[in-house]
């Protein structure tokens, strides 16, 4: 057992039991009961019953088969809005009483998952965003073969999932456990398992710092509202983060340092909101934790290729505190990244080296979205437009709290700097246009906590000037306002390029028997990788996904699409074209072709004698190379 230190014999803190209205150090006394909120007279659950009602009315008539321009924006009925209303007032009503029944607050935010990110788990028919059907295929794969090749050369950049194989290795088992054919099954739940499981691991870190249950709800509830990015699909950055912020909380309350908290476990110095500094923990007590940690390390290590380094880059900024200073748990979490690169993962590893001489630097082209071209049509400008005042919004927010609240943010320094730290990254790689998105969801945690520590002012303590009552009076009309804008921003953000991720049943089916019929060995040829099942038996087929590169190269193969892809289909290959509906909506969202040019590609491809239809449907069209007539066609 650790000696007591002079730590231990910090001032009580302020007991927030029984409400946050309630003055440090006189819970009991009748002007503590004064600060009392009333008590709301049981409206949470009939609130809850309400807007569940309204979304079950709703979601049978979410027209997402023929979605226009807006994507799901201009298909969502009124009621389904109307119950996001409902349960944002609910909400709001249970901060009332958050600090004597903290389980009202937590099931409004785990049905504001539910609500905002379950309708297409429930209405699609088919994996939302086409290139998550590559990781089912990956399941597939690995449980047909029975065994990882991470130095095998696999087409369409595919190596890598068995050089990280980690999230498919566990959802082999869940196929086999479940009983299903495939991941597909379940995989659209995948945004609320995660996030269902990610809100205790918040919860954990957001107490840490904070001990007002109104501040640590609403910073629970700002963060769904602006993880928007969809990175909590069914993919192995979903589950990486969720152990990468799991290594974090286990270090925020288990790593203190004795003698490091100084004058943060003087109450007079903190904010009245702030949580006490967790116990100091000796070296053996540190060293055991460090154990108990490394293999959690190492499944993110099996997982993903980033997110190792935004764990690392989060426990170095951690050591530049006096409180968290623990070398040996970053070279412990450096040492693991390191191994498994090396080892594992050494194929991609070096090849991203050999990369970096030209990223490095490179800010404007490595903070970029996507892979070329710009958002096109309204629904993608009006996404990309509510994505970026998202953004906004939340800084602005945050930034007012690092300022206004300078006593919170002494105490809660450490996660600010977690939430910077992904930042300098940009400098570094693009991530195949992903590292704008990647930076912006590792850094969220700590940005919504003081982005909902600038709505929800402090508790009243000693010092209750005038300014701060008239402000707690403020906020009560400021706080649900700000809610409701961030929900408006969100669902643009999340659902306004909807159209590029709904794929019919058909086309899945469609893909599906082409690629089932194909040859072994056969050159797959398609527009883009993101329609359902582009990679199906990948590890039988090859595969060019011809238009993913800059408008100007797409403007000059469309004047003779059939020679362009004539001349990069070697001799002898089998080789077929996939044009599908969900390909046309991608090329065109994402500018990587002109106004019409999917059409034009389809319309040459088909006329064109170099090219035979095996089969034609309304959502798709597939072609077959014929090389021989190309022999005795004069070009």
Not at 269 to 285: E, I, K, M, S, Y
Not at 379 to 399: D, H, I, K
């Amino acid at each position: 057992m650790p000696v007591p230190s002079a730590e231990s014999s910090a001032l009580p803190a302020p007991d927030l039991a029984a409400g946050p209205g309630v003055p440090a150090g006189s819970a009991g006394d009748d002007r503590g009961r004064r600060w009392l909120p009333r008590r709301p007279p049981g409206l949470c659950l009939p609130v809850l019953l309400i807007a569940a009602g309204l979304w079950g009315y709703a979601l049978p008539r979410i027209g997402f088969r023929d979605m226009g321009d807006y994507g799901l924006l201009d298909r969502l009925p009124a009621a389904y809005h109307l119950s996001l209303l409902v349960l944002t007032a609910g909400f709001v009503l249970s901060l009332r009483r958050a600090g004597t029944a903290p389980w009202w607050p937590a099931a409004h935010c785990a049905a504001l998952l539910f609500a905002l990110k379950a309708p297409p788990a429930v209405l699609y028919g088919a994996v939302r965003y086409p290139w998550a059907s590559k990781h089912d295929a990956v399941v597939e794969t690995l449980l047909a073969n029975r065994a990882l090749r991470p130095g095998a050369a696999l087409s369409g950049n595919m190596s890598a999932y068995d050089q990280w194989p980690g999230f498919f290795t566990l959802n082999a088992g869940l196929v086999r456990a479940f009983g299903v054919e495939t991941a597909a099954v379940y995989a659209n739940w995948a945004p609320i398992v995660l996030g269902l499981l990610t809100l205790p691991v918040l919860v954990l870190i957001y107490r840490t710092f904070c001990q007002d249950w109104r501040l640590v709800w609403t910073a629970v509830w700002i963060f769904q509202l602006a993880n928007w990015v969809g990175q909590d699909y069914f993919a192995p950055q979903g589950l990486a983060y969720l152990l990468h912020l799991t290594v974090i909380a286990v270090v925020l309350r288990h790593f203190v340092r004795p003698g490091s908290a100084g004058r943060l476990r003087d109450r007079a110095f903190l904010d009245p909101a702030a949580a006490a500094v967790p116990p100091p923990t000796g070296t053996r007590q540190r060293a055991l934790c460090v154990v108990i940690l490394a293999p959690l390390i190492a499944a993110v290590n099996a997982t993903h290729q980033l997110t190792p380094v935004m764990l690392c880059v989060c426990l170095l900024a951690l050591n530049l505190t006096r409180r968290y200073r623990n070398h040996g748990l970053l070279a412990v979490a450096a040492l693991l990244m390191l191994t498994w690169d090396l080892t594992m993962g050494r194929p991609l590893f070096v090849e991203t080296l050999s990369t970096l001489r030209e990223s490095i630097g490179e800010l404007t082209r490595n903070s970029r979205a996507g892979y070329a071209g710009q958002l096109t049509g309204p629904g993608p400008e009006l996404a990309g437009t509510a994505g970026v005042l998202m953004v906004l919004a939340v800084a602005a927010l945050a930034g007012a709290a690092v300022v206004l609240r300078r006593r919170l943010t002494r105490g809660a320094l450490p996660l600010l700097l977690v939430s910077v730290a992904p930042v300098p990254l940009f400098a570094v790689n693009d991530y195949g246009g992903e590292m704008l998105f990647r930076v912006y969801l590792f850094g969220l945690p700590g940005a919504a906590f003081f982005a909902a520590a600038a709505l929800v002012p402090a508790v009243a303590g000693s010092h209750r000037s005038r300014a701060r009552v008239r402000w707690r009076g403020v906020s009560a009309f400021v706080r649900p306002a700000v809610l409701l804008m961030l929900l408006a921003g969100f669902l643009p953000s999340y659902y306004g390029k909807e159209k590029m991720y709904y794929t019919p049943p058909e086309e899945t089916a469609l893909v599906t028997r082409a690629l089932d019929n194909a040859p072994d060995g056969s050159l797959i040829l398609a527009a883009t990788g993101s329609f359902p099942r582009a990679l199906h038996r990948y590890d039988r087929l090859e595969h060019w996904f011809f238009a993913e590169q800059e408008l100007t190269e797409n403007e000059r193969m469309l004047k003779d699409p059939a020679g362009y892809l004539a001349d990069g289909i070697p001799p002898g290959t089998t080789a077929y074209v996939v044009l599908t509906r969900t390909q046309d909506v991608y090329t065109a969202g994402e500018g990587l072709l002109p106004a019409g040019g999917f059409r034009t590609l389809r319309a040459k491809l088909s006329a064109s004698p170099l090219f035979r239809t095996v089969e034609a449907r309304p959502y798709g069209v597939v072609l077959e190379y014929r090389p021989a007539i190309r022999r005795t066609t004069p070009r």
